[in-house]
């Protein structure tokens, strides 16, 4: 029996000792000063490896033999990139590239110091040759390409939001032409917006619309949906699952539906699935098939994160879910979404997002959770978080903030807390009591009310 005990005890000790052996230093005295992240030299590194992630992507990527890098200067090379909180990490390789260090991650708000312009937006055609856009906030000129195909012909600048080519005769006959257009700005603190996207195709002041065909041999085999080519020019081929699925463009004319779904996190079910062949704008040329197929994950989906929150005023909180890797947080204001963000933790941090910021505004939140390499299918969606205006909590609830609310369908319940609070005045108490069930008020005009009840419970 002693031996037993004795030999299970060094077993113990030997898977131990191989566990805490094969645990990887850490680089030391890394330092954040501002936007300079430094380090010392760790013995046997090659290179040391930074890796930059926006909302779950990787936006940079860099290796480099220093001990110091500027994060800001790096993410500043590219323009397109805008302000945010990014995830930064840091990890030493060694000669073969192998990864000889923990990886040391951190949390960096990046604000750049220009500001890309907005994009266009209602790209159109008036009279068939005038080409009309919105006007961008703080612009004041835009750049016109005119198209033929995937050529530009022309381009002007103009400090109108139209520019007509009635009289210019630059258009040729019987040619298909389009245009997208891009904002500037004199202020150096603005840099150019993204071009549009191109306009609908005209063709001699008249609209062109595609004529939809057919794909043959459309057929879905088990997990497999095929199809023959379609010779159109520069044609490629959208499938789509629908009921929370997602959706993939390629040029082949084959489809695995069961990798797809690994891939995407879909949960079990039966689900929409839908082809077309789309031009290269992006507008279908053929009409769409559509099928039902049936998806068995290969395990759980994971659980919908419950008891969202704020706290701290500015920090989106819920429940942690087992087997997540990521959780999406999508951030309403005023009950519209607005942006999102992926974080690896059950929490949120917009404690430096301006966007958050705006006096008066109504956020709340939303939470799917994700796995790693979608191995179990994402979670639903959450219910709504409490609302927050100001870092304060208001109320909770789904709210049509563009419509009024009926009082007799909250009368009883705002009549149950009001009665068994005392700090409430007796004229709010009368108001409340003698609306007429027929009567509409809108909630912007309750909620201070019930601002004292939900601050003080």
């Known amino acids: ?153 022309i381009t002007r600048e103009t400090e109108n939001i139209f520019y ?3 009289n210019s005769n630059v258009i040729p006959e019987n040619e298909i032409y389009r245009f997208r257009v891009k904002a500037k700005s004199s202020d150096e603190k603005y840099i150019d917006s993204d071009y549009s996207k191109r306009s609908q195709k005209m063709m001699d002041g008249e609209e062109v619309v595609n004529e939809l065909i057919e794909i043959q041999n ?41 990798d797809f779904a690994k891939r995407i996190g879909l949960k079990s079910g039966t689900h929409s699935v839908s082809l077309e062949a789309r031009d290269e704008d992006d507008m279908a040329v053929s009409i769409e098939y559509k099928f039902e197929y049936v998806y068995e994950a290969d395990y759980p989906q994971l659980a919908t994160p419950t008891n969202l929150r704020w706290e701290n005023g500015y920090t989106a909180a819920w429940n942690a879910v087992e087997n997540a890797f990521e959780y999406v947080c999508l951030v309403y204001i005023n009950g519209n979404f607005a942006f999102s963000k992926t ?66 369908d909250i009368r009883l319940v705002l009549q149950a807390f009001i009665n068994s609070v005392n700090y409430f005045s007796n004229e709010s108490k009368y108001f409340l009591m003698d609306m007429n069930e027929d009567k509409t008020i809108n909630i912007i005009d309750i909620r201070l009310l019930l601002q004292q009840f939900v601050n003080q419970n």
């Open 1 to 153: 029996m002693k031996t037993k005990i004795l030999v299970i005890i060094v077993f113990i000790i030997v898977i131990a000792s191989v566990c805490f052996a094969n645990e990887l230093p850490e680089i030391q005295n890394i330092t954040l000063s501002g936007d300079v992240l430094s380090w010392d030299e760790f013995e046997g590194a090659s290179k040391y490896d930074i890796e930059i992630r926006l909302e779950g992507r990787r936006v940079r990527n860099v290796r480099t033999t220093l001990k110091y890098f500027n994060i800001k200067n790096n993410l500043s090379s590219n323009p397109r990139l805008d302000s945010g909180a990014y995830i930064v990490e840091l990890f030493a390789v060694d000669e073969n590239a192998t990864i000889i260090t923990q990886k040391f991650e951190f949390e960096y708000y990046y604000n750049p110091d220009f500001v890309k312009l907005n994009t266009p937006t209602g790209i159109d055609w008036i009279n068939g040759y005038k080409a009309k856009w919105n006007a961008v906030d703080n612009a004041d000129s835009y750049i016109i390409e005119l198209q033929i195909g995937q050529e530009t012909i």
């Open 164 to 166: 007509d080519f009635t």
């Open 218 to 258: 459309v057929i879905l085999s088990g997990d497999i949906l095929s199809w023959d080519t379609v010779d159109i020019e520069g044609c490629y081929y959208h499938v789509g699952i629908l009921n929370g699925g997602g959706s993939d463009i390629l040029d082949a004319t084959s489809f695995n539906l069961r």
């Open 343 to 408: 974080v690896t933790d059950n929490y949120a941090n917009f404690e430096d997002d301006d966007r958050i910021k705006e006096d008066n505004a109504i956020y709340s939140f939303k939470i799917y959770a994700t796995s790693y390499y979608n191995q179990y299918p994402r979670s639903e969606y959450s219910e709504g978080s409490p609302y927050m205006v100001n870092g304060n909590i208001c109320i909770k609830g789904d709210i049509n903030f563009n419509s009024s609310i009926d009082i007799a």
